[in-house]
């Protein structure tokens, strides 16, 4: 059986192959994005792909690479703040939403709320 050619971009490191080339804005109009804001969680799902496999270092998404994406998208509607993790782990998610908003963007997450305090729920 023929083997599969190794893939020319680390699966893990996606985010570093993005050519310094690309165009500074997409020549459509996007809707909606989906952000992984984080990989971390405090709870093992059962149905959750991280309880079982390690596939990334635990990390939160940077402000600088949050602004540098959502500035490339001058038309987004709606962003969805999720990914694999818990949103309300990141300690500027809701200075992400507020930069979202002041764009006249659209933000949401899904957050287990188990970590969720009066304060953070406030925000």
Known sequence: MPSLPEPSVNPRRY???????????PSATLFASIWKTTNRCNLLCTTCPRTYADLEPPADMSWKLFTSIVDQVPNLQRA?????????LVKNLPRMVRYLKDRGTTSCSTPTARCSTRRTAAR
Do not use: N
Request: hydrophobic share 45%; charged share 10%; proline share 10%.
């Open 80 to 88: 969805v703040l999720h990914g694999v993790g818990e949103p309300m």
């Open 15 to 25: 985010f570093e192959s993005v050519a310094s080339g690309a165009p500074a804005s």
